[in-house]
């Protein structure tokens, strides 16, 4: 027979009622108490369902002065990469009861700023963000701001207490370049985004490392700072080709840059894998289809996303922020194009 439900809403008493327990178990039970045994859990839950109970979430974070809630802020929800580790967040952050709020920047810092500020303004228990920039005042201004926890996703920024999830982009970088070396090639470019995130800078200081370690010269022509949009990079990447003595080298961040450089490098005549080595940070489910001809530098939304939950939790458990370092591999697909020394 089908359980009988008041003609008014129900309230948390019609739940204790049904479940046969006390008003403070039904309110722990589903808030996410941790001190609730899973029977009593079970129990309350059965009870709230069968009477189409549904706790007022303003009233219980005013009464604990917790929303459940974490703020994501992303600077771009179109990349799949940060997409994986958004879902990757979730899912450990749903199994410890929370719920998390995603915003999108779409890589600009003012909308990045204002994100943050209507995220205070719901006031979230903590924010993971990956800043757009680490240099915008803008930006700085709302994340000092804060009064939570914070989780910065591969960014590194001074006088704002955070744990931060920290990729080992300068292992990857070095580990490819010196492949590259090895391989015979001694003009390589990079192109890469501005230094005012961290990403940037590590790369770019792998690449000038490896390059030093081997005597070869840095070419500033070479190590290229660009929008990383299509049109940008093949824009840059065209009169390079170009040169009486162009890259054998390609290292491109992201969709649209490998995109264009694979457009490039069919403009200027060039095959990848035969006569110029093109290599990609990060992989994309296109990439599949050029997996002998692409090489990768990867790191593992699943690890990021999940890192940064269990830091996020961490510190609303402990109050004290900490690193996690994500490795970062590279892989060649025997796509280095081998160069005559």
């Given at each position: 027979?089908?359980p009988?439900?008041?003609?008014?809403?129900?309230?948390?008493r019609?739940?204790?009622?049904?479940?046969?327990?006390?008003?403070?178990?039904?309110?722990?039970?589903?808030?996410?108490?941790?001190?609730?045994?899973?029977?009593?859990?079970?129990?309350?839950?059965?009870?709230?369902?069968?009477?189409?109970?549904?706790?007022?979430?303003?009233?219980?974070?005013?009464?604990?002065?917790?929303?459940?809630?974490?703020?994501?802020?992303?600077?771009?929800?179109?990349?799949?990469?940060?997409?994986?580790?958004?879902?990757?967040?979730?899912?450990?952050?749903?199994?410890?009861?929370?719920?998390?709020?995603?915003?999108?920047?779409?890589?600009?810092?003012?909308?990045?700023?204002?994100?943050?500020d209507?995220?205070?303004?719901?006031?979230?228990?903590?924010?993971?963000?990956?800043?757009?920039?680490?240099?915008?005042?803008?930006?700085?201004t709302?994340?000092?701001s804060?009064?939570?926890?914070?989780?910065?996703?591969?960014?590194?920024?001074?006088?704002?207490?955070?744990?931060?999830?920290?990729?080992?982009?300068y292992?990857?970088?070095?580990?490819?370049?010196?492949?590259?070396?090895?391989?015979?090639?001694?003009?390589?470019?990079?192109?890469?985004?501005?230094?005012?995130?961290?990403?940037?800078?590590?790369?770019?200081?792998?690449?000038?490392?490896?390059?030093?370690?081997?005597?070869?010269?840095?070419?500033?022509?070479?190590?290229?700072?660009?929008?990383?949009?299509?049109?940008?990079?093949?824009?840059t990447?065209?009169?390079?080709?170009?040169?009486?003595?162009?890259?054998?080298?390609?290292?491109?961040?992201?969709?649209?840059?490998?995109?264009?450089?694979?457009?490039?490098?069919?403009?200027?005549?060039?095959?990848?894998?035969?006569?110029?080595?093109?290599?990609?940070?990060?992989?994309?489910?296109?990439?599949?289809?050029?997996?002998?001809?692409?090489?990768?530098?990867?790191?593992?939304?699943?690890?990021?996303?999940?890192?940064?939950?269990?830091?996020?939790?961490?510190?609303?458990?402990?109050?004290?922020?900490?690193?996690?370092?994500?490795?970062?591999?590279?892989?060649?697909?025997?796509?280095?194009?081998?160069?005559?020394?």
């Amino acid at each position: 027979m089908e359980p009988q439900r008041p003609n008014r809403p129900p309230t948390i008493r019609d739940v204790a009622a049904r479940a046969g327990v006390a008003l403070s178990s039904v309110s722990r039970a589903l808030s996410g108490h941790p001190d609730v045994s899973a029977t009593m859990r079970a129990r309350v839950e059965t009870a709230a369902r069968e009477l189409g109970y549904e706790p007022d979430l303003l009233a219980q974070s005013l009464r604990s002065g917790s929303t459940r809630t974490i703020g994501f802020a992303m600077r771009d929800i179109s990349n799949q990469l940060f997409a994986n580790v958004a879902k990757h967040c979730e899912q450990e952050l749903r199994r410890a009861g929370y719920t998390m709020i995603l915003t999108n920047s779409d890589g600009d810092p003012l909308t990045e700023a204002a994100n943050l500020d209507v995220l205070r303004r719901r006031r979230i228990d903590g924010l993971i963000v990956s800043l757009v920039s680490e240099t915008s005042e803008r930006t700085l201004t709302s994340l000092r701001s804060m009064d939570t926890p914070i989780v910065l996703l591969d960014r590194d920024v001074e006088g704002v207490e955070a744990s931060r999830v920290l990729c080992d982009h300068y292992s990857g970088v070095t580990e490819a370049m010196n492949a590259l070396i090895s391989a015979g090639h001694r003009t390589i470019a990079i192109v890469t985004a501005e230094d005012e995130v961290r990403t940037s800078r590590e790369r770019v200081r792998a690449y000038s490392d490896a390059l030093a370690s081997a005597g070869l010269p840095l070419d500033d022509d070479l190590n290229v700072r660009s929008r990383l949009d299509e049109e940008s990079v093949e824009r840059t990447l065209t009169p390079l080709l170009a040169r009486p003595e162009p890259p054998t080298a390609v290292l491109v961040v992201g969709i649209p840059a490998t995109v264009a450089a694979l457009r490039a490098a069919k403009a200027a005549g060039r095959t990848p894998a035969v006569d110029i080595a093109i290599i990609s940070f990060d992989e994309w489910p296109f990439l599949e289809d050029f997996t002998d001809s692409i090489a990768v530098i990867s790191r593992d939304p699943a690890v990021m996303g999940r890192e940064a939950a269990r830091l996020m939790l961490q510190q609303l458990e402990r109050g004290r922020p900490s690193t996690a370092s994500v490795p970062v591999r590279f892989r060649a697909n025997g796509a280095l194009a081998p160069q005559n020394a």
